[in-house]
């Protein structure tokens, strides 16, 4: 019994490890600056922020472009992406720190920390 136990607690260990994601990573528009996010505070483009569906708010994450290999840590503020083919939605600065501005969205790995 012990044995079976000490399995399925392993397992269980297992499965809820965050591991990193590779997805598709796009902006939030200027016109979002100021409004109210999921985690009730105002949206600052100027932050290092993001938004997940399914990460916890207030969680950080390493954000690393595959295309320009620079990384930036955003904390989780928001839900989104709208738009389901999408992982994360960074803050300008975010993006403008791994080099996306230009073509809008990139390829991404998201590493919770």
Do not use: W
């Amino acid at each position: 019994m012990m044995k079976k136990t000490l399995i399925l607690l392993s397992c269980l260990l297992i499965s809820n490890t965050i591991v990193a994601e590779t997805g598709i990573a796009s902006f939030y528009s200027r016109a979002h600056h100021g409004k109210t996010m999921a985690n009730g505070k105002k949206f600052n483009e100027f932050g290092l922020t993001a938004a997940s569906r399914t990460l916890p708010l207030g969680s950080r994450v390493k954000v690393t472009s595959m295309k320009s290999k620079k990384s930036v840590i955003v904390t989780i503020t928001d839900r989104g992406p709208r738009l389901k083919m999408r992982l994360i939605d960074l803050s300008y600065t975010a993006a403008q720190d791994i080099g996306m501005i230009a073509q809008g969205r990139c390829l991404v790995t998201v590493e919770p920390l």
